[in-house]
């Protein structure tokens, strides 16, 4: 497995640039926003995700932990491939990403070349609960209302105490997760006493 690499850009051309490590030349296959920060001659690293299949071995790169972690969460769902996990994470940032999935939003992702409407919704529904470790970097946090941040987390500690995943977050919904005083403390206690009540 190679997890990441440094070296020279030797070219960069539309979808890939080639890496000068040590006289060996890699093809790394990149974003267009990651393109354009690359300049010939410079030298750079990359978090790279190495894709093997019976006739090839291709190589992606990231600039960030994120949007690498991103890519391989994209992996996981049912027919997403890397030329499409790449399609996306070029279309939408990963904060876009994660407030789509955290508002069930798969609209974003029918505007991802590649991706139809039952790949956008099984993104949706497959990498819920998946992002919240995403949740709480710097990339994302900003970009997310406080209130679909809490939901996220909540409903990821319901999970962790032994609810499934849909009556957690049908749980966390039916309260006001929007109010200036809300916290996840605050949120998860209402979200237990309501889920006894119902039990």
């Not at 020279?8 to 296959?29: H, P, Q, W």
């Not at 996990?85 to 505007?111: G, M």
């Not at 409903?155 to 929007?178: H, I, M, P, Y």
Request: aromatic share 4%; charged share 20%; hydrophobic share 45%.
């Amino acid at each position: 497995m190679i997890a990441s690499l440094r070296g020279t850009v030797l070219s960069v051309r539309e979808n890939t640039c080639i890496v000068d490590v040590n006289g060996v030349g890699y093809a790394v296959n990149i974003t267009p926003s990651h393109k354009r920060s690359l300049h010939v001659g410079n030298e750079y690293s990359f978090l790279t995700s190495l894709i093997v299949r019976e006739d090839s071995m291709t190589l992606f790169g990231f600039e960030n932990p994120e949007s690498l972690e991103l890519f391989e969460l994209l992996l996981s769902v049912s027919g997403v491939g890397p030329r499409s996990a790449l399609a996306v994470l070029a279309e939408l940032s990963p904060a876009d990403i994660l407030t789509a999935v955290v508002n069930e939003d798969d609209t974003a992702f029918k505007k991802v070349s590649g991706v139809g409407p039952k790949t956008a919704k099984l993104i949706i529904v497959q990498l819920a609960g998946k992002l919240t470790a995403l949740s709480h970097t710097d990339v994302v946090a900003s970009a997310i209302p406080a209130s679909s941040a809490i939901t996220l987390s909540v409903v990821q500690a319901l999970v962790g105490l032994g609810w499934n995943e849909k009556t957690a977050r049908d749980a966390v919904e039916s309260l006001d997760t929007s109010s200036a005083s809300a916290t996840t403390a605050s949120v998860l206690k209402e979200a237990l006493a309501s889920l006894a009540r119902n039990s």
